[in-house]
């Protein structure tokens, strides 16, 4: 009959029911918080890329059709040194590349349109729509022809075939539109967009962890997007050439040979 016994109705429980009750409320409230913490700490944090969504700018420039998509726009200061300018990747609204928009134009100065995304050196123009507009080249002829022929002559590295690991991105979300762009939990997003022609490119870290980055290409320099698709967002080891053009670096692999890396 001692025992302690709660009743609904009274105005407090009992002494030694109230005091488990306090402590257990307290070490929930604790507990919770201190998970909550350990979760938001052990997010890895958002990459310093940007999409400068909403904010269309015009930008005047030799096209490119290959090796893919691009447009090469003068850089300030340059006169004189090689390269003078700077290659911005392209791609067309949604989840495609920018294919259609730029065919005929290899060469050709043009008036573009688009949202800029950059990260780490690279940078791409989301075209808005039909962006492309063709421009007066009568006057710019001879120097877009040289400029083109510049930016899309490739020389093979010496020391023959290199292996790096690391993982196939679409260039798109991975310099900004989407974050994480990388990942298993960007897997699907990926998988759309290199299907839509965007650039496929393979992320790589050197001994000291610092990022490179490679435009993936066939052995002959073309793209091999279908063949890249079942190896997204996994780990992985390619063996191939590196083919440097005047700005940026090529792996060109065979499909054939892709590979999980060891765990």
């Given at each position: 009959?001692n025992d302690e016994f709660y009743v609904g109705?009274?105005?407090?429980?009992?002494?030694?029911?109230?005091?488990?009750?306090?402590?257990?409320?307290?070490?929930?409230?604790?507990?919770?918080?201190?998970?909550?913490?350990?979760?938001?700490?052990?997010?890895?944090?958002?990459?310093?890329?940007?999409?400068?969504?909403?904010?269309?700018?015009?930008?005047?420039?030799?096209?490119?059709?290959?090796?893919?998509?691009?447009?090469?726009?003068?850089?300030?200061?340059?006169?004189?040194?090689?390269?003078?300018?700077?290659?911005?990747?392209?791609?067309?609204?949604?989840?495609?590349?920018?294919?259609?928009?730029?065919?005929?134009?290899?060469?050709?100065?043009?008036?573009?349109?688009?949202?800029?995304?950059?990260?780490?050196?690279?940078?791409?123009?989301?075209?808005?729509?039909?962006?492309?507009?063709?421009?007066?080249?009568?006057?710019?002829?001879?120097?877009?022809?040289?400029?083109?022929?510049?930016?899309?002559?490739?020389?093979?590295?010496?020391?023959?075939?290199?292996?790096?690991?690391?993982?196939?991105?679409?260039?798109?979300?991975?310099?900004?539109?989407?974050?994480?762009?990388?990942?298993?939990?960007?897997?699907?997003?990926?998988?759309?967009?290199?299907?839509?022609?965007?650039?496929?490119?393979?992320?790589?870290?050197?001994?000291?962890?610092?990022?490179?980055?490679?435009?993936?290409?066939?052995?002959?320099?073309?793209?091999?997007?279908?063949?890249?698709?079942?190896?997204?967002?996994?780990?992985?080891?390619?063996?191939?050439?590196?083919?440097?053009?005047?700005?940026?670096?090529?792996?060109?692999?065979?499909?054939?040979?892709?590979?999980?890396?060891?765990?």
């Amino acid at each position: 009959m001692n025992d302690e016994f709660y009743v609904g109705y009274l105005e407090r429980a009992p002494a030694r029911l109230g005091r488990f009750l306090r402590g257990l409320v307290i070490a929930l409230v604790l507990g919770g918080g201190f998970i909550a913490g350990w979760l938001a700490a052990s997010q890895l944090p958002y990459a310093r890329a940007v999409y400068e969504f909403g904010q269309p700018r015009q930008i005047t420039g030799i096209v490119l059709e290959r090796p893919v998509p691009a447009v090469l726009v003068e850089r300030p200061g340059a006169a004189g040194r090689l390269p003078g300018f700077s290659r911005y990747l392209l791609s067309a609204a949604g989840k495609f590349g920018a294919q259609e928009q730029v065919r005929g134009l290899h060469g050709q100065l043009a008036n573009l349109t688009g949202e800029l995304i950059y990260r780490d050196g690279w940078t791409m123009l989301k075209l808005s729509g039909d962006g492309v507009a063709p421009a007066d080249n009568s006057a710019h002829a001879a120097r877009a022809s040289a400029w083109a022929a510049q930016a899309g002559q490739a020389v093979r590295q010496g020391g023959g075939p290199v292996t790096l690991s690391g993982e196939i991105v679409d260039s798109q979300c991975y310099l900004g539109i989407m974050k994480p762009g990388a990942g298993k939990p960007h897997r699907a997003c990926a998988v759309r967009c290199l299907s839509g022609g965007l650039p496929a490119v393979f992320h790589a870290r050197d001994a000291e962890g610092r990022s490179n980055y490679y435009l993936l290409q066939g052995p002959d320099g073309a793209s091999i997007n279908p063949d890249l698709l079942p190896w997204v967002a996994d780990r992985l080891r390619l063996s191939g050439e590196i083919w440097l053009y005047p700005d940026l670096q090529a792996l060109r692999v065979d499909p054939a040979s892709l590979a999980l890396a060891a765990p």
